[in-house]
């Protein structure tokens, strides 16, 4: 049976817990960005290290998901159109959710926060400032990577 032809049951209404599952997705991606900048780093910075560091939990999260509902979307026999109808809504609303959350989140952190330090931060002394010790590590590293670019020019 084509998908088009799903009936909209009682059981496609069942998967409504994905949208548990794609808002802890998202609020734990801005968390770990709102981390980040608290260590110091710009917005755009913060949310690909957030996207980075909640890449690999939500992929495994997601595939073994989907893994576990692909016989819901194939299966045949008695029954098989209550299954189909439940296993398209969960697999397809799995994997739009999946997706949105690795794609769309970030860069709604970057709209929102970049409009919020616009127009919203009227006090500087609010915003996030650099960890000190990494401030330090760049001071200091600045003379070294200066004396090496300085003896690399003269070589040549």
Known sequence: MPAYRLELAI??????????L????????VEFANQARAEGLTI?????????ERFRPILMTAVSSLVGFFPLV????????????????LF???????ILSLLVVPVLYVVFKTLESRFLDSDPS????????????M????????AKFQKDTSQS
């Open 74 to 89: 194939i299966a045949t026999g008695a029954g098989a159109a209550s299954r189909w109808s439940i296993g398209t809504a």
């Open 139 to 146: 001071i200091a590293a600045v003379p070294s990577q200066t």
């Open 44 to 52: 755009i910075k913060a949310a690909q290290k957030a996207a980075g």
């Open 11 to 20: 059981t496609t209404y069942l998967p409504l817990p994905l949208i548990g």
């Open 92 to 98: 397809g609303g799995l994997l739009v959710a999946t």
């Open 126 to 137: 609010d915003r996030p400032k650099p960890n000190d010790s990494i401030v330090q590590e």
């Open 22 to 29: 794609a808002s802890k997705n998202a609020i734990l991606i």
